[in-house]
């Protein structure tokens, strides 16, 4: 009995493990979680904790897509993390003016510590299977990622290797390239990346963090949301009876109710309709008012125009701020560099219509 009591007053969050960040890693911390919203909206991850070898497909009017597991099963929900660092890393260097690459190297221990996850020998272990899992898991599908219609086959990463180990055989350093189909997503500036709450890699469930990665894609800053039953069930991809799922669904809003873990987001169900409604907090958080004022007085220097000329491949480069501040005010968000944020939009906005110049 004491035990069951115990059991029931668990916290549903994992512990914060890293509070407080080794400084070397602070930059790191500092970039927030950000999320492909495909892959948010499609159920690309199964929430099976243990190896998943069933191949699945779905589909949803014209778009459809099938999933086909490797010998070590579906990536999972969990293994997502990876995938969420990656984008989190390219979006911070993109605010900040720089270039990025399909290809990324950073110290292993560095992710694990961003996600929440244990640097011990087990932690390692983890993540090493999950990255076999990412490139292993094969998608097909015609479902669109910045603005183009992939229709062939590709996995979530094309390739992960150890660029350096520690002395106990431990990877230190790794270099991750993903695959097209996730770096069209980062390329289009965001419009298919939105920001998630660090509290994601502390749910416990699978499920939860489909319900969040659900809400954060369709509620996202609109009053409310809601969803039959029936139709979550088909768009967690869970494998459950609808009759369980329904019994898991009312489970987690209960507890969400009692112990307010998962972020952002309320739950309720009705009539067998889940409901789901913005915090006020993560309102007041995403959808601040002095956003808009703040990108109006942005000011860039003058030696920013004269770099912004040297790469502007012949286009008019007060259009270009034109188009970079209209970006501002579609995001409602006013970067924290603006001179690295002109600069690495122009840089993108070249490269799109290199094709074409504008010398008026």
């Known amino acids: 009995m004491a035990s069951e009591s115990k059991q029931a007053q668990r916290n549903p969050l994992l512990p914060d493990r890293y509070p407080q960040p080794d400084f070397f890693v ?68 993109l605010n900040e003016g720089r270039e990025i690459s399909r290809v990324l190297r950073f ?61 106990d055989g431990r990877m230190e350093a790794i270099e991750i390239t993903l695959s097209d189909w996730v770096f069209n997503a980062i390329n289009e500036k965001g419009r298919n990346i939105l920001t998630i709450s660090r509290d994601y890699f502390r749910l416990r469930k699978p499920l939860e963090r489909r319900l969040y990665e659900i809400a954060r894609k369709h509620c996202g800053q609109s009053p409310s949301w809601r969803f039959k039953v029936e139709t979550l069930h088909e768009r967690t991809g869970s494998t459950s009876t609808l009759p369980e799922f329904r019994r898991m669904i009312k489970a987690i809003i209960e507890d969400n109710k009692k112990f307010d873990h998962i972020p952002d987001y309320t739950f309720d169900i009705e009539n067998d309709v889940v409901l789901m409604k913005p915090r006020p907090g993560f309102l ?77």
């Not at 904790?49 to 191949?55: C, G, W």
């Not at 497909?57 to 969420?84: C, Q």
């Not at 669109?144 to 094309?158: A, N, P, Q, R, V």
């Open 26 to 93: 602070c930059d790191i911390f500092d970039a927030a979680p950000k999320s492909d919203t495909a892959s948010m909206e499609y159920p690309l991850f199964t929430l099976s904790t243990r190896p998943d070898l069933k191949e699945r497909e779905y589909r949803n009017g014209n778009n459809w897509l099938k999933i086909s597991p490797s010998k070590m099963g579906l990536a999972t929900v969990h293994d997502r993390d990876i995938l969420i660092y990656c984008i989190s890393q390219c979006m911070a260097a």
């Open 107 to 167: 110290r292993a221990h560095e992710l694990l510590q961003v996600t929440n996850r244990s640097t011990g020998k087990r932690g390692y272990k983890l993540f090493d299977d999950a990255l076999r899992r990412l490139q292993g898991t094969q998608i097909e599908t015609n479902i669109t990622t910045g603005g183009k219609e992939e229709m062939d086959l590709f996995s979530f990463i094309d390739r992960a290797r150890t660029v350096k180990e520690t002395r």
């Open 284 to 360: 007041a958080r995403y959808k601040s008012p002095k956003q808009p004022n703040l990108i109006g007085k942005i000011s860039l220097k003058t030696q920013t125009y004269e770099n912004a000329r040297k790469i502007s491949n012949n286009w008019d480069i007060y259009f270009l701020e034109e188009e970079w501040r209209s970006m501002l005010h579609q995001k409602n968000e006013a970067p924290d560099n603006p001179d690295g944020s002109f600069i690495g939009f122009v840089k993108w906005y070249v490269t799109k219509h290199r094709t074409s110049g504008n010398t008026l």
